[in-house]
């Protein structure tokens, strides 16, 4: 660590030299706690997160239409020889799980991190298990144990670690979770300088779902990756209990097209819905915030009357491992960094804390589907929004608790329709330690005499009396 005479020095260089305004007013322990916190500062990396040619937020007109493979309009024996090319690769042990899991559950009145709410309509298991359940079930079906990476934040790191512990890591191999924090950037000013929340602390904030490539590197999970011979990341967020962990037609597609990177995508259900846009810029695929996309280009329709750019982002992506480090080879690789403006605690002029009812501070963050328009090749798979896509955003409306239980059910009883087994209950949960997906639902029941003594891996509610099945 340098001297407080270095890091003087080199904040002052930096033009962020009021950082040590108060330097003298400190205890000695508020001046130690103080340098460590220095010491964890990128100081290059921020300074290069506020410059413009790095800033994402400009709006632009000149977009055309992304096209996808539409597996909403193919049949299940024209995907096949893909899935079985996923399979092998699953089997070969090649894939990893990355989940994004660095939020807190405020907006949906819990108390924690977001992966300890309990989101399933009947059994109420948290997020966290379900995706545990989800890859025991790949690791019994292929005899291989797949790797777990979950990037947390600061706020929820330690509650977090010690949830999986209380929980003894839902039965998942210890060894084969970890957990890593995400990156924080420094709260700038308008003026570009960073804001302090004491005299002692520089206001911070996570650095977005962009920053889990770089801090993939910073934890040595990159270099895992490489010894354990694993060659792609299956990615995902937390709030989309769901989500097809890993999933084989998928992952066949993007290795048969030789992609770097490739996202799923649903039908946008209007042109402003609160989801990331697929469109072409300059030939590259990209995706556009719902925040940031104009206007007139979200409303544009094609010939049929569908909206041109109608392919939303679910945040769902395979990507290459050798295409992750080829992005973090240099520290000045960064991803574009969005300016969210906010209202930030911090102190005033006088050394006073102040609390503004306007936004006076800029929060920065990189994110993840910005990779998208630097891979040499990219796919997007476009699949049932139904199937695959029931986030839990909010605590009631769209994307909330009530809606995903809804999708949730609905979802298991397509899949006994599906199969053909009758049912007399719209009240339907599958966990996923059954079968994770629609396929390996049918090929498991088809092997199975139903009505079956009712067990816990099916849950059915009935009449409002939860009966659990097992097989």
């Not at 191999?173 to 420094?186: A, S, V």
């Not at 491992?321 to 102190?347: G, M, Q, W």
Request: charged share 25%.
């Amino acid at each position: 660590m340098d001297s407080p005479k270095e890091f003087e020095e080199k904040y002052h260089a930096a033009g962020q030299g009021h950082v040590f305004k108060y330097w003298s007013e400190l205890t000695g322990k508020e001046q130690k706690d103080y340098l460590v916190q220095l010491n964890n500062i990128d100081l290059e990396r921020s300074l290069r997160a506020w410059s413009p040619a790095l800033c994402n937020n400009a709006e632009k007109t000149d977009l055309t239409q992304a096209t996808a493979i539409d597996g909403t309009n193919l049949k299940g024996d024209e995907l096949s020889e893909f899935s079985r090319q996923g399979e092998r690769i699953l089997a070969e042990g090649r894939i990893a799980a990355l989940t994004v899991a660095g939020g807190q559950g405020t907006r949906l009145g819990h108390v924690g991190p977001k992966g300890t709410y309990k989101c399933t309509p009947l059994s109420k298991k948290p997020l966290f298990q379900l995706f545990a359940e989800t890859l025991y079930y790949y690791s019994q079906k292929y005899g291989i144990f797949f790797e777990w990476f979950i990037m947390t934040s600061e706020a929820n790191h330690q509650e977090t670690e010690g949830f999986f512990v209380k929980n003894h890591y839902f039965g998942y191999p210890r060894e084969k979770i970890h957990l890593f924090k995400q990156g924080m950037l420094p709260v700038f000013g308008r003026d570009g300088k960073f804001l302090l929340e004491s005299k002692n602390k520089i206001a911070m904030s996570p650095d977005g779902h962009g920053g889990c490539l770089q801090a993939l590197k910073k934890s040595g999970l990159l270099q895992l990756m490489s010894t354990e011979g694993i060659d792609y990341l299956s990615y995902f967020q937390i709030d989309n209990p769901l989500v097809y962990c890993l999933d084989p037609t998928f992952l066949g597609l993007h290795e048969n097209a030789g992609a770097e990177m490739s996202s799923k995508a649903v039908s946008k259900v209007s042109w402003d819905e609160k989801v990331g846009t697929f469109v072409r810029d300059g030939g590259r695929i990209k995706v556009v915030e719902y925040s940031d996309i104009p206007i007139e280009v979200a409303q544009l329709q094609d010939e049929n009357g569908d909206l041109l750019h109608g392919l939303g982002s679910i945040a769902i992506h395979l990507i290459n491992r050798t295409f992750i480090e080829s992005l973090v080879s240099e520290d000045n690789n960064d991803l574009p960094y969005h300016r969210a403006y906010k209202a930030v605690p911090c102190l005033n002029e006088i050394g006073e804390l102040m609390h503004s009812a306007e936004p006076n501070g800029i929060k920065l963050e990189s994110f993840i589907f910005d990779a998208l328009p630097r891979a040499k090749n990219s796919i997007i798979y476009k699949i049932f929004r139904e199937e695959e896509f029931g986030p839990i955003k909010n605590k009631t409306g769209v994307d909330s608790i009530i809606s995903s239980h809804e999708l949730q059910m609905a979802r298991s009883c397509r899949w006994f329709d599906l199969a053909n087994i009758p049912r007399e209950t719209d009240r339907i949960e599958i966990s996923p330690s059954f079968a994770p997906t629609s396929q390996e639902f049918i090929c498991k029941s088809a092997k199975m005499k139903f009505p079956i003594p009712l067990k816990d891996d099916i849950v059915l509610e009935i009449n409002g009396l939860q009966e659990v099945a097992k097989i």
